[in-house]
């Protein structure tokens, strides 16, 4: 799982360079302006959270998978440099707890069905 606070990025641009894969890089410089910050939070969070469920976090290449991310595109593994029998293995879940935040979830795709409650403390 991962959790960000989508706070303005000025240099949102060179970290998608950075850390995407060329297509995603793609797809993420193909959005209109104003889509970006949202676009680049969703891949940000999916790909992590994608990480952690390998077991790898940060320490893994984040430009070894694509997902799918922007506006009309649901959360999924569209392409992994280990083979379609890695891209079918986790399912990637979207979720906004509170306005501001985007988080992601990866689960296996063997484990049940997953979720989401929301409470207020």
Known sequence: MDLEHARPLPDAEHLAR?????????????LPAEARLAAFYEAWTRKEALLKALGCGL?????????????GE?????WSAA???ETARFR???????????????IADHAGPLRQRTWRW
Not at 98 to 106: D, I, K, L, M, R
């Open 59 to 71: 320490g893994g290449s984040l430009d070894h998978f694509d997902v799918a991310f922007g506006p």
């Open 74 to 78: 649901s959360p999924r593994v569209l």
């Open 83 to 85: 083979g379609a029998d």
């Open 18 to 30: 950075a850390a995407f894969s060329p297509r995603e890089f793609a797809r993420f410089v193909s």
């Open 92 to 106: 990637l879940h979207a979720f906004e707890p509170e306005p501001g935040y985007v988080g992601a979830v990866a």
